[in-house]
């Protein structure tokens, strides 16, 4: 184990203790083949389940993994083959029994930040699906709220914006400018600081670096 892995391992440490006082389950994978299993682990045979849009788990072979599986019934919004077909599917995905997705950015004390385009995301991680399931890179580790913000404004946005083939400020120039432009991803900002249902939320922090 490098050093590397070894401060990820004793950082994700810190940050599992601080979910459980706000009730959220953490776990911490070293690889990301160890975190694909354990977050496949909870779709459970005879379950719906959906996913928002995320690197990571496409990184880790998670959205694979869900979409090879034929004992679960999944909503998926690439399979849809009209606008309203993926509405449909969108909304459908709000009252699955598990919802998988990343989060922007973590803090040590257990806070998840996210900012969403269209807020499918954000809303099924608020309320809808009975569980949820969040697998995290240990690049997205911030000290705080503030910098958790920074992080998604200027890491992770515009990279996406370039993979969306997004007409903003930030896919030409790469950097953030707080803009109003239509096609803006930044538009719903949540904090998530705790579970009002207890272990309803799962956090998987993984030893590597994962997503934007």
């Not at 354990?38 to 389940?49: D, I, Q, R």
């Not at 496409?58 to 090879?68: A, C, F, M, V």
């Not at 919802?99 to 973590?106: K, R």
């Amino acid at each position: 184990m490098t050093i590397k892995q070894q401060y990820y391992e004793t950082v994700a440490k810190t940050i599992i203790k601080n979910l459980a006082s706000r009730q959220i389950e953490g776990f911490f994978c070293p690889t990301k083949e160890e975190a694909c299993e354990k977050a496949l682990s909870f779709a459970k045979e005879g379950t719906s389940v959906s996913f928002g849009g995320s690197m990571t788990l496409e990184e880790t072979g998670i959205l694979s993994g869900l979409r090879s599986l034929n004992t679960i019934t999944l909503y998926d919004r690439s399979t849809g083959k009209s606008p309203e077909e993926v509405k449909k599917i969108m909304h459908d995905a709000l009252s699955a029994d598990t919802y998988y997705m990343s989060t922007n950015a973590i803090t040590v004390k257990g806070e998840l930040i996210n900012i969403d385009g269209n807020g499918n995301r954000v809303a099924a991680l608020i309320y809808g699906p009975e569980q949820v399931v969040i697998v995290a890179g240990m690049n997205k580790v911030v000290p705080d709220i503030e910098d958790g913000i920074r992080r998604v404004r200027n890491s992770a946005t515009p990279p996406n914006c370039i993979r969306l083939n997004k007409n903003t400020p930030c896919a030409a120039t790469g950097v953030c400018a707080h803009c109003l432009s239509p096609d803006c991803i930044c538009n719903q900002i949540v904090v998530t600081r705790r579970s009002g249902n207890p272990d309803r939320i799962k956090v998987i922090l993984v030893g590597e670096d994962l997503g934007y």
